[in-house]
Antibody
Framework: QLQLQESGPGLVKPSETLSLTCTVS??????????WGWIRQPPGKGLEWIGS???????YYKPSLKSRVTISVDTSKNQFSLKLNSVTAADTAMYYC????????????????WGRGTLVTVSS | DIVMTQSPDSLAVSLGERATINCKSS????????????LTWYQQKPGQPPKLLIY???TRESGVPDRFSGSGSGTDFTLTISSLQPEDVAVYYC?????????FGQGTKVEIK
């Protein structure tokens, strides 16, 4: 059974960099059939897609976050990571990693497996 | 961006009754080359991550009870729970994957009346 597990600091200071890692188990991150994405959810609010990455390193980012976001992949560790710099209180959210269905020649599709999420609070 | 708008924001339904949630996209999510609607539905229970319910607007994910059904095409979609059960209390989200700027609806909270 595929599992995704987010990890990283739960508290980040304003203006600093939020760094999270998603570890994939029960399946290979190097599969050609999936992208891997980050989605966040501020407390009591809805879902916001942040970005997605393929095992080759190909990425999609939400344009409004693109200047602050970097998503990378480490196939040797079956992990992918999120870095969000210059954070503010508005970046306080539950951060989820998820698997995204993909089939050439199309763009990636929906998210079918999600991690349990990790709450990141931005506060001094 | 394709804006996804759900209605209502919340609804309360008696056990065993039908619950209907609507989702409207700001532009069509029907891809002409394959005649598929690039629209999915998720269920999120309190304290849990979203769970995939339906994709391609009407295809039920494996293991999802058949009381959940999706319909619609183009810009207007509906998630129907035919007979509400206690375990269906949750927030439901639609999401489009027609554009690579993936966007979600604001969510619809379903409660028991």
């Amino acid at each position: 059974q595929l599992q995704l597990q987010e990890s990283g600091p739960g508290l980040v200071k304003p203006s600093e960099t939020l760094s999270l890692t998603c570890t994939v188990s029960g399946g290979s991150i190097s599969s050609s059939s999936y992208y891997w994405g980050w989605i966040r959810q501020p407390p009591g609010k809805g879902l916001e897609w942040i970005g997605s990455i393929y095992y080759s390193g190909s990425t999609y980012y939400k344009p409004s976050l693109k200047s602050r976001v970097t998503i990378s992949v480490d196939t040797s560790k079956n992990q992918f990571s999120l870095k969000l710099n210059s954070v503010t209180a508005a970046d306080t959210a539950m951060y989820y990693c998820a698997r995204q269905q993909y089939q050439l020649p199309h763009s990636p599709y929906y998210f079918d497996y999600w991690g349990r999420g990790t709450l990141v609070t931005v506060s001094s | 961006d394709i804006v996804m708008t759900q209605s209502p924001d919340s609804l309360a339904v008696s056990l065993g009754e039908r619950a209907t949630i609507n989702c409207k996209s700001s532009q069509s999510v029907l891809y002409s080359s394959d005649n598929k609607n690039y629209l999915t539905w998720y269920q999120q229970k309190p304290g849990q991550p979203p769970k995939l319910l339906i994709y391609w607007a009407s295809t039920r994910e494996s293991g999802v009870p058949d009381r959940f059904s999706g319909s619609g095409s183009g810009t207007d979609f509906t998630l129907t729970i035919s007979s509400l059960q206690p375990e269906d209390v949750a927030v439901y989200y639609c999401q489009q994957y027609y554009s690579t700027l993936w966007t979600f609806g604001q969510g619809t909270k379903v409660e028991i009346k």
